[in-house]
Nanobody, 125 residues
């Protein structure tokens, strides 16, 4: 059974930092893209960041660029999201995703077919 398990969410003040981690089990995704998405209450699930199979190429949503960094460790089957300079607008449930469809870093959520259960990030104003 394939599982993605996120950790690292929590409550931080405006301007604070958090590091989210996602560990995959049940299969390896070292040949596939992985990414992070987020969903705020009443809104659609939005792209945050993605990384290609090798870890060399990344892509970010405009709101994340310059503040967030996505990395992966294929030996450990993990993908992390370092979030700095957090704002109240970053408050959402953050989801880890893995794709068996693409190797490149893609922003389209429909290209990802495995999802974690989500971890809550709350940024206080």
């Amino acid at each position: 059974q394939v599982q993605l398990l996120e950790s690292g969410g929590g409550l931080v003040p405006n301007g604070g930092s958090l590091r989210l981690s996602c560990t995959a089990s049940g299969r390896t995704f070292s040949s596939n893209a992985m990414g992070w998405f987020r969903q705020a209450p009443g809104k659609e699930r939005d792209f945050v960041a993605a990384i290609d199979y090798s870890g060399a190429i990344t892509t970010y949503a405009g709101s994340a660029k310059g503040r967030f960094t996505i990395t992966r460790d294929n030996a450990k089957n993990t993908v992390d999201l370092q979030m700095n300079s957090l704002k109240p607008d970053d408050t959402a449930i953050y989801y880890c995703a893995a794709s068996t469809i693409i190797r490149r870093a893609g922003a389209d959520r429909f290209l990802y077919d495995y999802w974690g259960q989500g971890t809550q990030v709350t940024v206080s104003s």
